[in-house]
């Protein structure tokens, strides 16, 4: 019996692979963890028939529901927690063991759409990539931190699938659910007001304001603000601009 509430929830989005054999065999290991909704963005050459090898007859079913989308920021907009995987550390980089991360997704997938985010196979997810993410998970390895993209998915896939067998058998009262957060595509508008905002009052360089604002997306990332919050966020945002605005227009009156 599969375990998750709700398998739709739970989404793995594979960004820009590169080899159809890795999308069929990051199927399987879906298919073997209870996990059914896969989202490619911008596969190099995608070629069915040779995914399909890899995949097995048992998967072929997920490559039939399989969306394809063009770009990232349009297959996360719907999900309301993203999780990225990365082999480099450091900078602005703050991760977390697969288990650690696998046990918060588990409160959060009774009521939140989560994506399990994995970059290209040659190169990984970008900083650019890694800000639409609430947290990023690093897989440790020994002496040698490349893994296969397949490899990847099914380690992330098992951790969860165990943190929500974990879950589904704590008693009622001492489940953690976590209300709906805000989607991808809310935050990201909000965040895009903020960026202008921050940069006009000179609190980020203008010229580099991303640099900045990643710091600020990391700090609301932990918050999990809740589905409905942005606006509230947006609205103190236009509030302060507004009031700016009507302080500079009598400061020029009065000079009058």
């Not at 989005?13 to 996990?35: C, D, F, K, Q």
């Not at 995608?46 to 990232?72: G, N, P, Q, V, Y």
């Not at 957060?181 to 905002?197: F, G, H, N």
Request: with cysteine; glycine share 6%; proline share 5%.
């Amino acid at each position: 019996m599969n375990p998750f509430p709700d398998s739709a929830r739970v989404t793995v989005v594979l960004n820009r692979p590169r080899v159809s054999e890795n999308i069929g065999s990051a199927a399987r290991a879906m298919m073997n963890m209870g996990l059914d909704q896969l989202v490619v963005v911008a596969p190099d050459d995608f070629d069915r028939t040779r995914a399909e090898k890899t995949a097995t007859h048992s998967a072929a079913s997920i490559l039939d529901r399989m969306e394809i989308c063009s770009t990232l920021s349009q297959a996360l907009a719907p999900f309301e927690y993203v999780v990225g995987t990365t082999a480099r550390l450091g900078g602005q980089r703050l991760v977390e063991s697969p288990r650690t991360v696998a046990l918060r997704v588990a409160t959060l997938c009774e009521n939140n759409r989560v994506a399990l985010l994995f970059g290209p196979e040659d190169r990984g997810l970008t900083n650019g990539e890694i800000c639409f993410c609430h947290a990023l998970i690093n897989i440790p390895t020994l002496g040698f931190s490349s893994l296969n993209l397949a490899q990847a998915v099914v380690i992330v896939c098992y951790e969860l699938l165990v943190a929500v067998e974990h879950q589904q058998g704590l008693p009622l009262e001492k489940k953690q659910v976590v209300p709906r957060l805000a989607t991808v595509s809310e935050l990201e508008i909000m965040y895009q007001r903020l960026s202008l905002v921050l940069a006009e009052i000179g609190y980020v360089n203008p010229e580099n304001p991303d640099f900045w604002l990643n710091r600020v997306r990391q700090f609301l990332s932990r918050i999990k603000i809740q589905a409905g919050e942005t606006g509230i966020v947006k609205g103190v945002i236009d509030r302060i601009v507004a009031y700016g605005e009507s302080r500079y227009q009598r400061g020029q009156t009065e000079k009058k």
